[in-house]
């Protein structure tokens, strides 16, 4: 089954202490991306990748990581974790040639 | 002016309405139109795609493009209980989408 996978689905973790939200797809796809979705103001796109070793900021990178070494892989690191990233968090990828996005089913993380 | 303009809602609409869904956008440069549905919980999911204007049919849904006045819609016949849900306009001109902050839709059985 083509898709999008996220992982973990769930996490609350403190201030500062490193993490990494892993996304998987196997669809064969050059573009990944990430979002996070806040109540009030919608989807924004965190950073995306244009291809293996092509990564780029999106509209709201500060504070995360990325790394594309694999075609099928894209994490999102978060170094120091603040509250202020406590929101819901989607992985998404595409094929070069269209425009349509497909999401993973999301990560809900919470920074106390 | 922002990029797309989409009315949070919510819109509570009884079973078998048919229902409007719209989005206005301020950049002519926009070529390609989506509409999305995510359900509580869950990621966006693609339900039409399409890059020209007028109208295209899948089904209960009917999408719209108005490239002239920068208008889309999204329509909705029959609707069910099922259908409750927030719906996302995104378009793009490249490889970015952008995307609407979406509405909420409650169909009231």
């Known amino acids: 089954e083509a898709q999008v996978t996220q992982n973990p689905r769930y996490l609350i973790t403190v201030t500062g202490k490193k993490l990494t939200v892993t996304c998987s797809q196997n669809?064969?796809?050059?573009?990944m991306s990430w979002y996070r979705q806040d109540p009030g103001l919608g989807l924004r796109q965190i950073y995306y990748s244009m291809n293996v070793e092509v990564t780029d900021k999106g509209d709201v990178p500060e504070g995360y990581k990325v790394s594309r070494k694999e075609k099928r892989n894209f994490p999102l690191i978060l170094e120091s974790p603040s509250p202020n990233q406590t929101s819901l968090y989607f992985c998404?990828?595409?094929?070069?040639?269209?425009?349509?996005?497909?999401f993973g089913p999301g990560t809900r993380l919470t920074v106390t | 002016q922002k990029e797309v303009e989409q009315d949070p809602g919510p819109l509570s609409v009884p079973e078998g309405a048919i229902v409007s869904l719209n989005c206005t956008y301020s950049n002519s440069a926009f070529q390609y139109f989506m509409w999305y549905r995510q359900y509580s919980r869950k990621g966006p999911e693609l339900l039409m795609y399409?890059?020209?204007?007028g109208n295209k049919e899948d089904g209960r849904f009917t999408a719209q493009v108005d490239k002239s006045s920068k208008y889309i819609s999204l329509f909705i016949r029959d609707s069910q209980p099922s259908d409750s849900a927030t719906y996302l306009c995104?378009?793009?001109?490249?490889?970015?989408?952008?995307f609407g902050k979406g509405t909420r839709l409650h169909i009231l059985p």
């Open positions: 399409t890059y020209s204007s």
């Open positions: 998404a990828s595409k094929n070069r040639n269209l425009r349509v996005e497909y």
């Open positions: 995104a378009m793009s001109p490249d490889d970015k989408i952008i």
């Open positions: 669809m064969n796809h050059e573009y």
